[in-house]
């Protein structure tokens, strides 16, 4: 069988060891001084926290899983200065304890996520590519995990994009070796052979620990199990006395981990009795076989992988008619199966069964265990149907094809600007030449003149060329500085906010904790206009990652969030939905920013005790969300203005609240990006105004 046991957690971070001489000069000795001593603290903070790790990671392959988790969290929680290495440390080991021993997919993911968003800046994912890209195996395998095969595939391609730049072939050798697992588990055992070898030889390269060592007579194990799929018999034998000279061989290095070291050969045992069965050399198979299950029957080993071994020792007794054998054999299998809960080996249990009662001369009571095989066989065959039916190759190719496409589009973005000025200044080449030569035809002597006016003409072009290049850079440039203020204020003022609410519960007097509240509001009230300004100079160059999304429960979702809001103000928010889901492609967080945005103007503008009406209605072509308040209306005069970014018809609401002019300017584009319409109307024959969103339905097709 393909050998998936858990190992313990994967190391990855190494404590660099560096030497640093301070030349100490009279008139730099105290900045030399403080620098000295912070590589000192850091370097220790490193070493001390790197031995955290390697207990808890002791602690976990002693078998004392949730011990280990616990000590770690606990540990961790003492230290606060970890650099991104030791946040993937942790992060990484929690996935694993998750993931393969809690079976917990939310949890493991939430971990694997966390692990993807330490790498938020381009500079941390150039600098650290093979954590980067491990971190993509991770969320890929859990996605596995949960049968959602295409998306698993997107997260291992992005993890060998990543891990091929890095030239890392140890990173590497872990995509090849998940694509050799799910090739296997899809039947196409040649190219899961050629997988396991190509990450056989790509783990040469990785360092020589536990792990490597391990996951090397895996694939070699692996390797000669496929070919053994494909009746391969000497190229199977081969790999399979690899794998156990290449274990005997380093056995001596990991003493601690003998009991890992005797699973992997019982693992092969089994797997190469195989071929001696297919030879009808049943005499070597039933010897590898019982030292097989004799190993991994132990507490703590691969009990799943001895009942496989078992019931082929059962079909050795079955063929040579050891009628007596098989049955003995059959009761402890079935004593196992009991409490270790094995579906392949319960199919083939109660096939045996039916088989020996057959011989028995029992065939009805055969009957019933034959029925039971066909069950849990379909049972067995469904489960892997999914994935059979996924065809990973041409799923690759379309992500290679789709990354291509990316670096082409990167590529024609430069040359489309080219040609578009090559365009303009061929077809101002062809009037040039059109009027030259009309003009000739009419009379040689306007030639000086038409002269004069070409170069007049060329250096009106030029002009124009450098007004409109220099309002393109002015353009960017505007919002790059804008980026740049807004976030480089972002972080003091958010500083200051917090400073005062901590402030807020120290023992001052009223007139100072008034100027801390004035303080912390002012300082809340400039971080959301940050956050509009970012908000507002992103949303014109950022992509939304649209999704099927059920429209009913988004908007449930914004308006309980908001009711909180509302009672502040004694405001009622009545929401009204469609009477059956209605599922749309759209972006969750741009949708949800507008909705949000339109709910918040609502209670912004209206008086206390008010109520708000929110509502979604089914068209034949779109959905229609409306958003109804009683509040003070929008006048004549600023209609026009009230969409515009930073508009000047911005207004304080009915309780003093502050307004940017920024959340109807980013609604419009959003909703415009998603092909919809958004207007409003002032109610009739009563305060206050109706803000209208139409989505398409036909962006589900698109």
Not at 3 to 10: A, H, P, Q, R, V
Request: hydrophobic share 40%.
């Amino acid at each position: 069988m393909l050998y998936l046991k858990k190992i313990g957690t994967i190391k990855y971070f190494t404590v660099a060891k560096t030497v640093s001489v301070c030349l100490v000069l009279l008139i730099f000795s105290g900045i030399l001084f403080i620098s000295c001593n912070q590589f000192s603290s850091n370097n220790s903070t490193s070493k001390s926290y790197q031995k955290v790790i390697d207990s808890a990671e002791h602690i976990y392959d002693s078998g004392k899983l949730l011990t280990a988790v616990n000590y770690l969290s606990s540990e961790t929680a003492k230290y606060t200065n970890l650099d991104l290495l030791q946040k993937f440390e942790y992060f990484n080991f929690n996935c694993n304890y998750y993931f393969h021993a809690v079976k917990d997919n939310n949890e493991s993911m939430a971990y694997a996520d966390s692990m993807l968003n330490l790498f938020n800046t381009p500079e941390k994912k150039l600098k650290y590519m093979s954590k980067y890209s491990s971190a993509f195996f991770y969320k890929g395998d859990i996605l596995f995990e949960e049968k959602k095969y295409n998306e698993a595939y997107h997260y291992y391609y992005q993890g060998m994009l990543m891990a091929s730049k890095s030239l890392n072939d140890c990173t590497i050798s872990d995509y090849s070796y998940r694509m050799g697992m799910i090739t296997y588990k899809q039947e196409h055992y040649r190219l899961a052979a050629s997988n396991f070898q190509n990450s056989s030889k790509e783990t040469e390269s990785c360092d020589f620990t536990f792990r490597s060592f391990y996951r090397r007579q895996e694939l070699l194990n692996n390797t000669g199990l496929s070919y053994s799929k494909i009746n391969e018999a000497d190229s199977a034998m081969m790999f399979y006395d690899k794998a156990l000279a290449y274990i005997n061989t380093n056995a001596f290095r990991f003493k601690v981990r003998q009991d890992l070291i005797d699973v992997a050969r019982g693992v092969v045992y089994g797997n190469k009795a195989d071929l001696y069965i297919k030879q009808n050399n049943f005499s070597i198979a039933k010897r590898l076989l019982k030292k097989s299950s004799e190993i991994n029957l132990r507490k703590g080993n691969d009990n799943l992988d001895a009942q496989l071994s078992e019931m082929k020792l059962a079909h050795i007794y079955f063929q040579t008619y050891e009628l007596d054998s098989l049955y003995n054999l059959l009761n402890v299998v079935k004593k196992q199966l009991d409490t270790v809960k094995n579906q392949a080996a319960e199919a083939d249990w109660n096939f045996m069964m039916a088989s020996y009662l057959i011989k028995k001369n029992k065939p009805e009571t055969a009957l019933d265990f034959y029925i039971k095989y066909d069950a849990l066989k379909d049972s067995v065959d469904l489960k892997n149907k999914a994935l059979k039916d996924a065809d990973i190759t041409q799923q690759i190719r379309q992500l290679e094809k789709d990354h291509e496409v990316v670096n082409l589009k990167k590529d024609n973005q430069v040359q489309d600007l080219y040609l578009r000025v090559a365009a303009i200044f061929g077809v101002m080449l062809l009037i040039i030449i059109f009027l030259i030569f009309f003009t000739w035809q009419r009379s040689r002597k306007n030639i000086k003149i038409l002269g004069g006016l070409n170069h007049q003409i060329n250096n009106q072009n030029a002009s124009l060329e450098k007004a409109l290049n220099e309002l393109k850079l002015s353009s960017h440039e505007k919002d790059r500085i804008l980026r740049t203020v807004a976030h480089d204020l972002r972080n003091p003022i958010g500083g200051i906010a917090s400073l005062t609410l901590a402030m807020a519960d120290d023992d001052y007097n009223d007139e100072q904790k008034e100027m801390i509240n004035l303080i912390r509001e002012t300082s809340n009230n400039s971080l959301e206009l940050i956050n509009e300004i970012l908000e507002i100079t992103n949303t014109g160059i950022s992509q939304s990652n649209k999704e099927l999304i059920e429209i009913n429960s988004l908007l449930a979702k914004s308006v309980e969030l908001l009711r909180f809001k509302a009672a502040e103000k004694r405001q009622e928010i009545k929401l009204e939905l469609l009477s059956a889901p209605k599922e749309l492609l759209i972006s969750r967080e741009k949708i949800w920013r507008v909705i949000s945005n339109l709910i918040s103007n609502a209670i912004k503008f209206s008086p206390a005790g008010a109520v708000i009406f929110v509502a979604i209605t089914d068209f034949e072509k779109d959905v229609q969300i409306s958003v109804k308040d009683n509040g003070i209306g929008i006048p004549e005069n600023i209609r026009n203005k009230v969409f515009n970014t930073f508009t000047e018809a911005k207004r304080p609401g009915t309780a003093g609240e502050k307004s940017f002019g920024l959340g109807l300017s980013i609604s419009k584009q959003i909703i415009e990006n998603h092909n919809g319409k958004i207007w409003f109307e002032n109610n009739e024959n009563a305060n206050g105004t109706t803000f209208y969103v139409r989505l398409p339905k036909l962006l589900m097709d698109r």
